[in-house]
């Protein structure tokens, strides 16, 4: 038994010292969640409605491609967004048969009336539809902001669902807030669209703009001065290219002027009709458009194979950086609008890290001198065990990056008791078996080895509850949940393993007739 001491001390060594390693400095190695160091607090308000606009105008693009790829003179194919209605008109009454066969491939409309003349139809998106496409909205949304906060690189941030249509994000520590707002809450559609170069701009600022074409704009900031102003461009309505094909957005910077630029790179489908737009219209301007603002529009100077891009802007590195996390993580499929925006102070979250700390010394005394009177020598081992046992907590924290909050500072004041209740197992057991007679060595070996499955089924039961919290928590119930399990782990091993190995240690070293219990 002895010679297990010869591993024992040199792990337990070895794990405490990367424990210690792990956590120090403690005030760098562990993040704290929201409640302990303050942040942002948002509510945001998915615009579903927009998605369902979005959709409708996607459908009306595709039904009408189906009815002119059967060879049909189509009048028009629109989209009235307050009924979610498409009305189709023909050139030819005898087309309809083969307009109906189409619109036969889109089970989501219904048919609702047709035209007296025989030459329209009128088709409406079922409410399941509807329904199901405001749920894909706030689903994905949730995920795009998931993945933009993820690349923002905020420690342990609560992103999740309330209701139909809205969504909580809360980031601990972010001092920043204009900047995270703008990070979170741009919708990111990108899109590239040709210039209308064969009409007057001039002519379309002053109301007629022609049929097919519209009018965006690009903000313009002289450095010197720091004025804004915005130059006007006529595009084409059409969109030739979006972000959906996007594969990579990074950060650049050119060679002449050192100036930020974000390049873009697009998957296979989204290269072939980047070179094919760019062969067809040398010597035209091609513009980008980030949510309807243009940031740059290029003249096209030769095809571009490869799927590669790029965005100027006179960005600082900052905005540059931003607007590629933006892009990585994929567009919003509908506007957010902020219900709420709360920062939450520091002075909070110091005076609840205040009053947690005296609680777990408060807490940790009272323990001690309880296990100490109680169970006399013994107690002091257990004392000792218990104060590793916090070591190691602090040093999982610290590998797993886990936030630290006031729950999870409830958690660690249960694990503390749940050390001490494994360690009053254990020496409860060697009390009845010095009791019936055995001497001091077979009673520690019966006493750990009898004690050891009770100890283990609690700890189980414990370890198991607290893994269905983490995976159906949320924010403050997680931290609560992380606690307890590392706690959970570190206990075991300090009250069996650790705690053994001081007895049999002392065991060794001096011969004892009666044990300190």
């Known amino acids: 038994m002895y010679r297990d001491l010869k591993w024992k001390i040199p792990l337990i060594l070895a794990v405490v010292l990367g424990a210690v390693w792990l956590a120090y400095p403690l005030k760098e190695k562990i993040s704290l969640g929201l409640d302990l160091q303050g942040g942002m607090h948002l509510w945001l308000e998915v615009k579903v409605e927009k998605a369902v606009e979005a959709s409708l105008e996607r459908l009306a693009d595709d039904i009408k491609r189906g009815i002119t790829d059967e060879d049909v003179e189509v009048d028009r194919v629109k989209a009235t967004y307050e009924d979610r209605r498409v009305n189709v008109r023909m050139v030819d009454k005898l087309d309809l048969p083969s307009v109906k066969k189409v619109l036969e491939g889109y089970p989501s409309f219904s048919f609702v009336s047709e035209d007296e003349d025989g030459l329209g139809m009128v088709y409406q998106l079922s409410s399941d539809q509807v329904k199901q496409i405001e749920q894909n909205a706030v689903s994905q949304g949730l995920e795009t902001i998931r993945n933009r906060v993820d690349q923002f690189g905020v420690s342990e941030p609560t992103i999740q669902v309330q209701g139909e249509k809205r969504i909580l994000v809360q980031l601990p520590g972010v001092k920043d807030t204009e900047r995270a707002i703008n990070l979170i809450g741009k919708t990111a559609r990108l899109e590239f669209k040709l210039l209308d170069e064969e009409n007057n701009l001039q002519q379309a600022l002053s109301g007629n703009v022609p049929e097919g074409s519209e009018i965006l704009y690009q903000r313009v900031e002289n450095k010197e001065t720091g004025e804004v102003t915005k130059e006007p461009f006529l595009l084409k309505k059409r969109t030739v290219l979006t972000g959906e094909t996007l594969t990579g957005a990074e950060i650049r910077f050119d060679t002449d002027f050192n100036e930020p630029y974000v390049a873009l790179n697009f998957n296979s489908v989204g290269a072939m009709i980047f070179q094919q737009v760019t062969r067809e219209n040398i010597k035209k301007r091609l513009a980008i458009v980030l949510d309807s603002n243009v940031y740059s529009a290029p003249v096209i100077q030769d095809e571009i194979p490869g799927g590669r891009a790029q965005i100027t802007g006179r960005f600082t590195s900052t905005e540059a950086r931003d607007l590629a996390i933006i892009l990585r993580a994929g567009a919003l499929p509908a506007p957010?609008?902020?219900?709420?925006?709360?920062?939450?102070?520091?002075?909070?979250?110091?005076?609840?890290?205040?009053?947690?700390?005296?609680?777990?010394?408060?807490?940790?005394?009272?323990?001690?001198?309880?296990?100490?009177?109680?169970?006399?020598?013994?107690?002091i081992i257990a004392v000792t065990a218990l104060s590793l046992n916090i070591v190691l907590l602090a040093g999982a924290l610290a590998y797993f990056g886990a936030a630290l909050t006031l729950p999870g500072i409830a958690g660690i004041i249960l694990t503390v008791g749940m050390a001490i209740d494994a360690n009053v197992l254990v020496f409860e057991r060697i009390r009845e078996e010095v009791r019936i007679g055995k001497t001091v060595r077979a009673a520690i070996d019966a006493g750990f080895s009898k004690a050891f499955r009770t100890i283990v089924d609690a700890n189980i039961t414990t370890f198991i509850a607290a893994v269905v919290l983490f995976q159906f928590g949320t924010g403050p119930i997680k931290g609560f949940a992380i606690t307890l399990c590392i706690g959970i782990a570190a206990s075991m091993f300090t009250a069996v393993f650790v705690s053994r190995a001081i007895f049999d240690g002392t065991m060794s070293q001096v011969k004892l007739d009666k044990l300190s219990i």
Do not use: C, M, Q
């Not at 609008?337 to 205040?354: A, H, Q």
């Open 336 to 379: 957010v609008v902020i219900l709420e925006n709360r920062t939450v102070g520091p002075s909070l979250g110091k005076d609840s890290i205040e009053k947690g700390i005296t609680s777990i010394i408060y807490g940790g005394l009272l323990v001690v001198v309880f296990i100490a009177i109680y169970y006399k020598l013994s107690g």
